[in-house]
T-cell receptor, first 114, second 109 residues
Framework: GAVVSQHPSWVICKSGTSVKIECRSL??????MFWYRQFPKQSLMLMAT?????????EQGVEKDKFLINHASLTLSTLTVTSAHPEDSSFYIC??????????FGPGTRLTVL | GQNIDQPTEMTATEGAIVQINCTYQ??????LFWYQQHAGEAPTFLSY????GLEEKGRFSSFLSRSKGYSYLLLKELQMKDSASYLC??????????FGAGTILRVKS
């Protein structure tokens, strides 16, 4: 089956620093990657959609200057949380889809901002 | 707008059958997905329906009625490891997934 990895699996950082999260599709080419955020006991909320080689499309209410997304290749997308604050602490999950359009999810990254 | 409803919690007994319902009202429809999510982990794909009817995959089956905006996930021969959150998600015409809040299923022995 399709495998998507994320790195790191968890990260703790100080307020004001930036954190980069990587999402990789390991055995297929992901034409589209999605970034979600999930707060405790809540469902996944889509943050942005990115297609390889083009700018990401952000959902309403998501600051594009704060959450920088790069999708430079068909197997890698990165999310950078800039100047992180405690309210950015959350579970960040990426998903990738290729030809089948089914989204396969990465294992998630738990971000804690102190 | 987008609205997806599913029960918050359900409890069932090991070995039994449980049905988790999902109703949706979305601006576009290009398929309905069910995912399983264990606490602290990412969702795992379970099933996909785009046409009306029942899709069966082992102990899991999923049903869709597009005219009623309704789907259900049926889990048979419940096992303790099935305790998890089950997410119903509708894909809109633009390939985005809109998730329901999830149903927490507790399987008791």
């Amino acid at each position: 089956g399709a495998v998507v990895s994320q790195h790191p699996s968890w990260v703790i950082c100080k307020s004001g620093t930036s954190v980069k999260i990587e999402c990789r599709s390991l055995d297929f080419q992901a034409t589209t990657m999605f970034w979600y955020r999930q707060f405790p006991k809540q469902s996944l909320m889509l943050m942005a959609t990115s297609n390889e080689g083009s700018k990401a499309t952000y959902e309403q209410g998501v600051e594009k200057d704060k959450f920088l997304i790069n999708h430079a290749s068909l197997t890698l997308s990165t999310l950078t949380v800039t100047s992180a604050h405690p309210e950015d602490s959350s579970f960040y999950i990426c998903s990738a889809s290729g030809r089948s359009d089914t989204q396969y999810f990465g294992p998630g990254t738990r971000l804690t901002v102190l | 707008g987008q609205n997806i409803d599913q029960p918050t919690e359900m409890t069932a007994t090991e070995g039994a059958i449980v049905q988790i319902n999902c109703t949706y009202q979305t601006s576009g429809f290009n398929g309905l997905f069910w995912y399983q999510q264990h606490a602290g982990e990412a969702p795992t794909f379970l099933s996909y329906n785009v046409l009306d009817g029942l899709e069966e995959k082992g102990r899991f089956s999923s049903f869709l009625s597009r005219s009623k905006g309704y789907s259900y996930l049926l889990l048979k021969e419940l096992q303790m490891k099935d305790s998890a959150s089950y997410l119903c998600a509708v894909r809109d015409n633009g390939n985005k997934l809109v998730f329901g809040a999830g149903t927490i299923l507790r399987v008791k022995s």
